[in-house]
């Protein structure tokens, strides 16, 4: 079955770097769809970046535009999020998703990783 797993979450300053890191498995790596979705308590999950099958296109949130970079390694089957000069409002859970590229996919992806918590102070 398909898996998910996210590491590389932690407290980081006001103006540091995080690279978080989604080990997949039990599919086509290449074949699908990806992306990072963050949550605060009390707030609706939102899209952060987003990668077609092949990290063909990328998309971004304008939150994060200029700061945040998506990629993946189809070797490793690992998706990625650099996050450089981090704002206290980035402070989240952060989840990876796949979806077989389903037209609206961001809306609600098939599968989800656990999430990796992210903390910025200032």
């Known amino acids: 079955q398909v898996q998910l797993v996210e590491s590389g979450g932690g407290s980081v300053q006001t103006g540091g770097s995080l690279r978080l890191s989604c080990a997949a498995s039990g599919y086509t790596f290449s074949s699908y769809c990806m992306g990072w979705f963050r949550q605060v308590p009390g707030k609706e999950r939102e899209g952060v970046a987003t990668?077609?099958?092949?990290?063909?296109?990328?998309y971004y949130s304008d939150a994060v535009k200029g700061r945040f970079t998506i990629s993946q390694d189809n070797a490793k089957n690992t998706l990625y999020l650099q996050m450089n000069s981090l704002k206290p409002g980035n402070t989240a859970m952060y989840y990876c998703?796949?979806?077989?590229?389903?037209?609206?996919?961001?809306?609600?992806?098939?599968?989800w990783g656990q999430g990796t918590q992210v903390t910025v102070s200032s």
């Open positions: 990668i077609t099958r092949n990290g063909s296109r990328t």
């Open positions: 998703a796949a979806d077989p590229c389903r037209t609206g996919w961001t809306a609600s992806p098939n599968y």
